[in-house]
């Protein structure tokens, strides 16, 4: 079938994106979905940073690629070996296939999964295969499994979660990233405990969104940081009880002398090196620093080795929030419904297909939390 997509042409474009176009809405061919393939209609597409990072360079990909993978839709149609979905189900897409059988999968730890992992870094679905084509069969790669910028898309099934039909499927669509990345940091990969305190360093949706799983862990003290006053007073709004610009003199002294000594939990979402060191200087003796915030693959921090000894401090990261999608997605669901996961007072815009390279260049000038591709 002939779909529309947004396909990048070349990493590292130059901004304004509205003005380099880096991303090209092209008709391309989509194939049947094959064995443990589905066919869906997608509905509705969030922009991320995790996309943003493919167009400036920071997460090499190859490329042609059609991009997108936090996105919810419709079931149109299965392949063979699929018996749990069915045409009419409504799905949220998930950036990480679980294989089930591979040794992180069978710890446990599906976000770990190794032939997912071979599979989106080379660009194809877990199968190995493309099912993208240009009219003169050329393929074009697939991001994370979905390309879900597009209005159709075939995916493993191992990508899929079923939800209610009864979700808006533009909020069902930040649940498949930002609040399994976000929402899952804090409760999964931080372990925080009632009354701890806890920061959380950058306030994209992802960042955002650990503001909120910090606070329906239970956490004492939420302290939101990042050089955004609106998102700072966003944050604030969700719950976070402090909230520090960390490019103000003397940030790092205010925060450990706020928290008698440095936080129980710092979680870095900026994507930054010099973040997560920010993060791992407010954290104190016996602490936990998380970092879910994905630099390039180059940048390095600089920490002070014997700390980790001395001091019994940790420094993990956490991958898809450390979640397993069929298990968390449905509880991040159910305390959104009951008003504790307001996740979509993060909606910040939604847009068309066509203006996608608008809505990138708000993003990436930090004007938008979570924008959302809709397609009628």
Do not use: W
Request: proline letters at 4%; one cysteine or more.
């Amino acid at each position: 079938m002939k779909i529309r997509a947004a396909v990048l042409q070349a990493i590292g474009a130059e901004r304004p994106y509205q003005d380099t176009r880096p991303l090209v809405i092209e008709e391309l061919e989509l194939s049947p979905p094959g064995d443990n393939e589905v066919l869906i209609q997608v509905k509705a597409a969030g922009l991320c940073h995790s996309d943003l990072s493919v167009i400036d360079g920071n997460r090499p990909r190859p490329v042609p690629m059609a991009l997108g993978h936090e996105a919810a839709g419709i079931v149109e149609s299965v392949g063979n070996g699929v018996r749990d979905l069915k045409a009419g189900d409504h799905v949220v897409a998930v950036f990480v296939p679980s294989c089930g059988h591979c040794a992180p999968c069978a710890e446990g730890r599906p976000a770990l999964c190794e032939p997912a992992a071979k599979a989106n870094n080379a660009g194809t679905l877990v199968s190995g295969e493309h099912r993208l084509h240009r009219a003169d069969g050329t393929p074009v790669n697939h991001h994370l499994g979905v390309s879900a910028f597009a209005d159709h898309a075939v995916v493993s099934r191992d990508s899929l979660v079923k939800v209610d039909a009864g979700l808006p499927l533009h909020h069902a669509a930040l649940f498949g990233c930002a609040v399994l990345t976000g929402v899952g940091a804090a409760i999964n990969s931080a372990d925080i405990r009632a009354g701890q305190a806890v920061a959380v360093v950058g306030l994209g949706g992802v960042g955002l969104n650990s503001v909120l799983g910090a606070l329906v862990a239970g956490a004492g003290e939420v302290i939101a940081i990042d050089l955004d006053d609106t998102k700072l007073a966003l944050a604030k709004e969700l719950g976070a009880t402090h909230a520090f610009n960390s490019g103000e003199e003397g940030c790092v002294d205010k925060i450990k002398a706020l928290t008698n000594g440095g936080v129980d939990c710092a979680i870095e979402m900026a994507g930054s090196e010099k973040a997560l060191e920010f993060a791992y200087q407010i954290t104190r003796r016996g602490g936990t620093t998380v970092t879910g915030g994905l630099a390039h693959p180059e940048k390095k921090v600089s920490i002070q080795q014997v700390s980790l000894v001395a001091e019994e401090r940790t420094l993990k990261g956490s991958y898809v929030g450390s979640c397993v999608p069929v298990r968390d997605l449905a509880r991040y669901v159910s305390l959104f419904r009951q008003g504790k996961l307001p996740v979509d007072r993060l909606l910040s815009d939604t847009l068309r297909l066509d203006d996608i390279n608008e809505g990138f260049e708000k993003l990436a000038s930090g004007k938008a939390v979570r924008q959302v591709v809709l397609f009628d």
